[in-house]
């Protein structure tokens, strides 16, 4: 069964508006969630890592105060886009690994369309 | 960080033939390299993965290759079938911590 649930599967918004995407570890507590983003054809390049009880470490290039993370609690981590452009569409997905073993676990992934 | 480099990017074979697909790495700490398929529109599939302290892991059609000094691992499908068809990306890291993924390679098995 899913061991991460990402919500929602798809979203279009217009440009201006800020998105909420939801990541839940299901099966047990992460202390530590991924944030990827894939272009259309393209690899999966890591954006950021969410770290609960604490700000999440970004990697270069992604700007922290468009794209904010929330890690409240050991299962839901959040990555809102703020005032989405059109070069913000992309497939956000998020990825879980359970402490003391290495896989990561991947949500469904989100389809962010900015019109 | 760690930079991963793979190749081909697409790679057409007939069915029942040898798939096989390389990557490099560059950080020596890295010590767990997984691989992952990827079919359209869906979330990446872990498939297999090796650690720095061995040299070959094999799962039915699957094996996969580390050569620690070179710093590259491959990935080699045998018997290949049209449902082996998919983006199949590498990643190094380090067991407990972030990934980072090759750029994929689109494998196409021919009927």
């Known amino acids: 069964g899913a061991v991460v649930s990402q919500h929602p599967s798809r979203v279009i918004c217009k440009s201006g508006t800020s998105v909420k995407i939801e990541c839940r570890s299901l099966?047990?507590?992460?202390?530590?969630m991924f944030w990827y983003r894939q272009f259309p054809k393209q690899s999966l390049m890591l954006m950021a890592t969410?770290?609960?009880?604490?700000?999440?470490?970004?990697e270069q290039g992604v700007e922290k105060d468009k794209f904010l993370i929330n890690h409240a609690s050991l299962t839901l981590s959040t990555l809102t886009v703020t005032s989405a452009h059109p070069e913000d569409s992309s497939f956000y997905i998020c990825?879980?690994?359970?402490?003391?073993?290495?896989?990561?676990?991947f949500g469904n992934g989100t389809r962010l369309t900015v019109t | 960080g760690e930079n991963v480099e793979q190749h081909p990017s697409t790679l057409s074979v007939q069915e029942g033939d040898s798939a096989v697909i390389k990557c490099t790495y560059s950080d020596s700490a890295s010590n767990y390299f997984p691989w992952y398929k990827q079919e359209l529109g869906k979330r990446p599939q872990l498939i297999i993965d090796?650690?720095?302290?061995?040299g070959e892991k094999k799962d039915q059609r699957i094996a996969v290759t580390l050569n620690k000094t070179a710093k590259h691992f491959s990935l080699h499908i045998t018997e290949t079938q049209p449902e082996d068809s998919a983006v199949y990306f590498c990643a190094g890291g380090d067991n407990f911590n972030k990934f980072y993924f090759g750029s994929g390679t689109k494998l196409n098995v021919k009927p």
């Open positions: 969410s770290n609960e009880g604490s700000k999440a470490t970004y």
């Open positions: 090796i650690r720095s302290n061995v």
């Open positions: 099966d047990f507590q992460a202390t530590t």
């Open positions: 990825s879980v690994q359970n402490p003391g073993e290495s896989p990561l676990h």
